[in-house]
């Protein structure tokens, strides 16, 4: 039972942040992708990037984190600070994390 409770708090510690609307809209009008070309590139329903972007619901964290890995791939890296959210940055090389020019936020280090 204590090495239950010790992982759960383990998972909770290094959750990574999860992406906001705002961030989803942002990245999408960056990559000049609409609703649907994000949904089929993270392979989730257009109902779910609609009615998240307009703020009708949030969804189940699997699919939230199907639209980071889609966004995180074509080159756009969320931005938080102190765990906020506070923008997109854009890489150079989706493939290097260090190349990363901010977008939509300031002073994000």
């Known amino acids: 039972m204590t090495t239950k409770i010790i992982y759960l708090r383990e998972n909770i510690l290094y959750q990574k942040a999860m992406i906001t609307p705002a961030q989803c809209r942002a990245a ?8 649907k070309d994000l949904a089929e590139k993270a392979k989730v329903s257009m109902s779910t ?15 939230l984190e199907a639209l980071r890995r889609a966004i995180d791939a074509a080159g756009v ?10 923008g997109i940055a854009i890489m150079d090389d989706p493939a290097d994390s260090e190349g990363a020019i901010a977008a939509g936020a300031e002073n994000a280090q």
Do not use: C, H, T
């Open 77 to 86: 890296q969320l931005v938080f600070k102190k765990g906020k959210p506070v």
């Open 49 to 63: 990037i609609r009615d998240f972007e307009s703020g009708k619901r949030s969804p189940i964290a699997n699919n």
């Open 28 to 35: 999408r009008g960056w990559l000049d992708w609409n609703q």
